[in-house]
DNA sequence: CGCCATGTTGCATACGGATGCAAATTAGTT
DNA sequence: AACTAATTTGCATCCGTATGCAACATGGCG
């Protein structure tokens, strides 16, 4: 049997191990005989530093622990490897999904992840004047659709900002999208394929850009194809319940074959509405469309159709665009498009592919 | 038709919009005739400066857009204000609204989120040791269910963390959880009051406290209760698929009235195979429950019985353990339980309230 | 009017690491 | 061996703000 001690008192340095300083460059370098620049150099990748001397200094890092002091770092080189993210909808599913792929390749290159999480009524300058304080060295705007490109430009004054899925041209914000014009012509043919000839849109957020662009694809290519546009609902949100709602309107006027809704979560809204208020069957009596792909829209139960959004190409290229030459995308904003894939599932009477 | 000049090279002074370097507070001062520390107390409340300098220097700032560099600020203060938020899985939809709901918060008394999305694969400590870099002045690690006890204390050393639904005694970690055995006998009960006899437990990610927590509390109730534990599901993980596949297991035996599953996105599958694979009717043949209470378990469709955690008082309480003496938190772990809510929907014959 | 309490202000330095420059060491060349 | 080139190393200083301390100003009071 072990004798086991009480943790005695003096053993303990006086409680040391709550929170004691880190350690220093300097103090390192004292214990080892070298300059602090030594250490500093051992730590920075291509500093003139002999092989030897960076081993042994690394080495003695590691068994007591030293680690540079990031803070300290930022302040010398002006540049803190922190990326501002500026987010203000984590209900939508497909964002949780982008911005954990997001920050996973960020940090697989070394930088982390700020979070700016935009309320809508508050004081919008406020919340972002941190962006500014912050120093970072770059800001990623996440389809934050209320706030205006003039607060933006302001916000990221001075260092790269990236807007994806959000397009505002003659700015000096870059932006990375999907072809969502693309997209909604893709799904127009898809339907029309499909044999259907009345048609509906329904919107989300109307004044936003993803919308407008799916929208304006849409109409435009119905009219091409001949097929009519039997309605059209003006969204006030992209949510499930304005999803339902909207459904059911169309579904009252029974003047429609398939609905394209702005977004798969308006879909998904809009699917059960339209089986267990109105008894109609999808795809059956109608066939019902979305736009991103989130999991849900993969589950058996709404098997949707939809156009998927290419994140992680959005990603690679929104990474890529950080990690290359900044002052390139201050000098010139960069508005870059990227091809989604559309996705026949059942909804619109598509067989499913085997998985 | 608009003559369109090229962009005139020497209009611009030499391009000084794009980068320029923010000023400081030292430029301020001179410009102003006084002290650096006069501006640096002017932007520090409660700073021993006079009313009518500290108005002076704040608007002048304002006019010329001056804002403190936070970097040099934290340097000298030694603390960033800066909140390392730990996640590894934001795919459950429970998971970003928290997220949301905290960062908001934090941001609201000046606080920013730096995350920290752990990959299961790769090396942990490396990822984590940007925690210690970076200084952040507290750790939220919610729910982080790969990372052990100890390689967290190692990751957290010297700075309070604290665990959001996830609880491990014995070590300076704080945590502050949802009642999930409370829960768990709660719905235990609700299903004994429904009628239902023999009931099923399905496990999430099996050695979670959570998952622990919910099936004890839920098989020890039921035993009270003299109810049968008809079956028992091992889980591998949180999800839509694990919770279908679970369902289907129990239903090919018919000996089961009642599911509880560990959540509420396994307790969705449940309800869709149930419902599309086996034709079994939720909830007048079997009767779901979960865990947690996502939106989507307010859907009309699935109006699902659940427990609901109080997000908002986790919310509460772990930014007010943040806010107040940080150091009580590293002298003694704090273990913090809070009551959730039963929220008895159709799912387990139970009438939905008026909304 | 003189003295002390209170309130303001500036000076100097600290925070911890990065880096230009010169000194010192080593390698390479004839 | 002598000398130049290349590599290492340390010194000193800078990054931009915070803050202890001393100097100074103001006000109250006897």
Redesign the interface.
Known sequence: MRKQGLPSLQGEPSGEA???K?MTARELARMLGVSQSAVSRAFTPGASIAADLRERILKYAAEVDY??????S??SKSR?N?IG?V?SD??N?F???L??KL??SL?RIGL??????I?KGSNLEE?L??L????VDAVIVISATILSGSTLSWATE??PAILINRVIEDTNLSCVACNNAEGARALADHFYQQGARRVAYVAGLSHTTTNRERQNGFVTRIAELGMTLSAQIEGQEYS?YAG?KAALEIAAKKSTDAIFFANDILAI?GI?AL??EVGCRVPDDIFVAGFDDI?MAG???YNLTTFRQPVDEIVRVVVEMIEGDT?AL??AATIIRLSGELVARRSTGAEPKAQ
Chains 1, 2 share one sequence.
């Not at 500014?132 to 120093?135: A, E, L, Q, S, V």
Request: no cysteine; aromatic share 8%.
């Open positions: 709550l929170s004691r880190p680690q540079p002091n990031a803070i300290a930022m302040l803190t922190i993210i987010v984590m209900q599913p964002y949780p999904g911005i954990e920050s996973r940090q982390q992840s700020l979070l700016f999480n309320t919340q004047s941190a500014r304080r912050y120093n001075g260092r499930y339902r809204g059960d089986r267990e999991p589950w058996p139960h002052s201050l000098r």
